[in-house]
């Protein structure tokens, strides 16, 4: 199964944490609304300033939809849910995304967000884990975030992902941009292709030259 195949639309994942709690991983869907309202009610005011930069309450209709109608590719999203004993999707507990920026497609921001009763618990770094993943599967090599200064946490989870991981201060805000492991080097990929057109190139020269001296002066003796 293909990585892209893996986080598509179909995908689920259910696994246990360390502390024996059972949640699924799948991709967010359109009819997940109720339950991302419901999971920022779970998030102390504290935890959604340092997701939005503000407590923000609630969200209105429009944010919603951007949230949740997404392309699957430029805009991706993993949701995270409690599982019942029965094995039944219960309430939502997080949340990873990442959206592609247009004027650098092989870079993209990223977030993640978990509700308070489950942070500390490795559900973070289980999102960030396959939101890489499913990056990386979508040819995107670096992840930025911005971050408040003091949400220590995350810059912690970050730097265990990705110890290259570098962070520029911005006033009250760190500008996090995380080289994706195992993403490939764009350099070496760029220049092979320079070399190739290249070649190309002087490979056509070579041939008109040699088409021109035998229209001029006949074949070679």
Not at 21 to 36: E, H
Not at 91 to 106: K, M, N, Q, Y
Not at 115 to 143: N, S
């Amino acid at each position: 199964m293909s990585e892209s195949s893996r986080f598509g639309p179909s995908w689920i994942e259910d696994t246990t944490l360390a502390d024996g709690t059972r949640v699924r991983l799948r991709c967010l869907r359109p009819d997940d609304k109720a339950k991302l309202e419901a999971g920022l009610q779970e998030m102390s005011p504290a935890s959604r300033y340092h997701r939005f930069f503000t407590d923000k309450p609630r969200l209105n209709a429009a944010e919603l939809r951007y949230l949740t109608e997404l392309d699957g590719h430029d805009h991706f999203a993993i949701a995270a849910a409690r599982l019942d004993t029965n094995g039944q999707e219960g309430e939502g507990l997080g949340v990873a995304r990442f959206v592609r920026l247009p004027d650098a497609p092989h870079q993209a921001e990223a977030a993640v967000a978990v509700v308070d009763a489950m942070q500390g618990r490795g559900l973070g770094r289980l999102l960030m884990t396959r939101l890489i993943e499913a990056a990386l599967a979508r040819d995107i090599d670096v992840f930025r975030s911005e971050l408040l200064a003091l949400n220590r946490p995350m810059r912690e989870l970050l730097a265990a992902l990705a110890p290259d991981v570098h962070f520029t201060t911005q006033g009250s805000t760190v500008v996090a941009e995380l080289p994706l492991p195992g993403a490939p080097d764009r350099s070496v990929v760029e220049e092979s292709a320079r070399f190739t057109a290249l070649r190309r190139v002087l490979r056509l020269v070579a041939e008109q030259a040699a088409e021109l001296r035998r229209r001029w002066f006949g074949p070679p003796d």
